[in-house]
């Protein structure tokens, strides 16, 4: 929205929301009475600080923790998002990431020691499709291997992962700044990619704007390119040039994959909150199921077996089948748990009552009836832009 800050959407949202800063927030005691929701005698719901947060927050009740842009390396992320759910209670860290958000991050760390090296080890980590978020910190952190039990992004939802070969648009890009230094010019990541879908439109057809940006980032993360810095009078900037590996994947020596998803599936039939029964049958009695399963699994929280939403979804579309269940929970917890979930919801489908049947009937389609309208309902999006720096 042209002339609209965060702030405002926020505010208009009536999302109640402070700025926290330890040198600005005075007394201790204020800031725990912060915490506890007491300040101006309306709780607030959202907190914005700054990158180095970490040591300045102290509550123990975050719910969330939310990465408007991203960090400068799996160290300062994995202390910033442990912020959460210090009390032991399920909590969420969302990362907003995309490719051409490394270069603005690039210009600012690399000239620290090791700046580049751990700021593409946190891009790395976003732009794996595969790999377990919980296990690429053991892994970065030289720790034995651990399951996260389907908590994080990629083992939690059933996504498609494919590999696709992109050598040739690989040697495409590479030819292409050949080129470009040869008549002793520069491009940026985005000017790069720009040129590329004008002088190679088949490689725009093939692959999105995003996906071009995103293999340009994985050569360089390979050391096929590199970033080159050059300070302005306002500003400095990250170009993109040749790497020491280039010649490697013009001679054929090296194939480029890049992970692609097919697009997670779509879970639809959730009902509102304001017309759902906070309290169903069915819901109770997955409720009790999951603190069963918890504590036959070694003890782990209710919500890593079934979150509160899951089992809100599964209550309004009561699946009969492993498929119908995956498509809510993932393969993950549809393989360890699925066949259980799956009874609990048979014997509820066949013991309902013909009221309670109806009842829902109608919900639903009063639901079908109001789907434009809450269509139209704005949802508020953090997500990065260029215009703002």
Known sequence: MCGHTRKDKIRNEDIRG??????????MRENRLWWFGH??????????????????????????????????????????????????LPSQCLLYFRPGDVPRQSSMVFYENSGLQNLYDIVRYCQSKRQCRHSSFFRHFAEPLQDCNGMCDNCAFSNEVKELDVSRHAKVIISLLQDVQENDQRLTVLQLVDKIKIKHKELGSELNREEIEK???????????????????????AYVTIGPLAK??????????????????????????????ASSTLELKLDELRKELSSVHGGIF?????????????????????????????????????????????????????????????????????????????????ESSDDES
Do not use: W
């Open 18 to 27: 402070k700025a926290g800063v330890a040198e600005i927030e005075g007394k």
């Open 39 to 88: 300040v101006q005698r309306r709780p607030t719901d959202a907190s914005v600080r700054r990158c180095d947060y970490g040591t300045e927050v102290q509550g123990r009740r975050v719910r969330f923790v939310i990465h408007h842009s991203l960090s400068k390396s799996m160290e300062t992320y994995y202390q910033e998002s442990g912020r959460a759910g210090r009390d032991g």
């Open 215 to 237: 293999l340009v980032i994985q050569l360089i993360l390979d050391r096929f390119l590199k970033e080159e810095f050059q300070h302005t009078a306002y500003a400095t900037n």
């Open 248 to 277: 490697q994947v013009l001679q054929g020596k090296r194939s480029i994959k890049l992970e692609m998803t097919s697009g997670q599936k779509k879970v639809a039939g959730m009902r509102s909150v304001k017309h759902r029964r």
């Open 302 to 382: 209710p919500h890593s077996v079934l979150s509160t939403q899951q089992i809100s979804l599964i209550s309004a579309q009561k699946p009969n089948s492993m498929e119908l269940l995956e498509n809510i929970i993932g393969k993950v917890k549809t393989e360890k748990y699925g066949n259980r979930i799956l009874e609990q919801v048979t014997k509820y489908a066949d013991s309902a009552q013909p009221d309670e049947v109806k009842e829902e009937e109608e919900e639903e389609n009063e639901n079908r009836a109001s789907k434009r309208l809450k269509s139209k309902k704005q949802l508020i999006l953090v």
